[in-house]
């Protein structure tokens, strides 16, 4: 596609659920990430992926987060038993480069979360 | 630890005034530094990076190390300069994360 695709773009859970959000970034690129933002704040890292590989998962919170990309282009992102702490903008960016060292970053839309 | 701070969340300014939104961040090792905009409505992208030492939209930033600072100018506001812009600060052997500040939010009045 022309630009990286997030799905759903608004999503309202209540609180204990789970949620699944889909990245589809864009064709051929092999590099994937994921941040959080919560309101008021920047994006924070959660999770890279080069290809199928999740090479870093550092910035996941907990282990209430799962993220996989197991064919090397879509992404889900999953969060088990939702808290409203959970509450952010979930954004997906993607990257021609490999090792990521390149500039030319494309972000999606984001999902924006709310747990109630 | 690895910081950016931006210390203004709103920054007002006329229409053809100069704007500066600041930035300042803490690494121990020699970093690479971007600015990011988020127009209304639409997805955050890049503005420019110092490695490149660009003037993008008339938008410039040098990178100062002695007062780890990478402020972004324009001598001359418009409108449609009007968005959120973060600072991000990126390590140089980990090409993988950008750590971004907390955005200030630019309001170009007419």
């Known amino acids: 596609g022309a630009g990286v695709s997030q799905s759903p773009r608004y999503k309202v859970a209540k609180r204990g659920q789970d949620v699944a959000l889909r990245c589809d970034p864009i064709?051929?690129?092999?590099?994937l990430f994921w941040y959080q933002q919560a309101l008021g704040q920047g994006p924070e890292f959660l999770t890279y992926?080069?290809?199928?590989?999740?090479?870093?998962k550092s910035g996941l919170p907990s282990d209430r987060f799962f993220a996989e990309r197991p064919e090397g282009s879509v992404s889900t992102l999953k969060i088990q038993r939702t808290q409203q702490e959970d509450s952010a903008v979930y954004l997906c960016?993607?990257?021609?480069?490999?090792?990521?060292?390149?500039?030319?970053?494309?972000f999606g839309s984001g999902t924006r979360l709310t747990v109630v | 630890a690895q910081r950016v701070t931006q210390p203004e969340k709103l920054l007002s300014v006329f229409k053809g005034a100069p704007v500066e939104l600041k930035c300042n961040y803490s690494?121990?090792?020699?970093?690479?530094l971007f600015w990011y905009v988020q127009y209304s409505r639409q997805r955050l992208q890049l503005l420019l990076r110092?490695?490149s030492r660009e003037s993008i939209k008339g938008f410039t930033a040098d990178l100062n190390k002695g007062e780890t600072s990478f402020h972004l100018k324009k001598p001359f506001a418009q409108e449609e300069d009007s968005a959120m812009y973060y600072c991000?600060?990126?390590?140089?052997?980990?090409?993988?994360?950008?750590?971004f500040g907390s955005g200030t939010k630019l309001n170009v009045k007419p």
């Open positions: 960016a993607s990257s021609l480069a490999r090792t990521g060292q390149g500039y030319g970053y494309t």
């Open positions: 064709s051929g690129h092999v590099s």
């Open positions: 992926f080069q290809n199928e590989a999740q090479l870093d």
């Open positions: 690494y121990s090792g020699s970093p690479e």
């Open positions: 110092h490695i």
């Open positions: 991000a600060l990126r390590q140089t052997y980990n090409f993988n994360k950008f750590y």
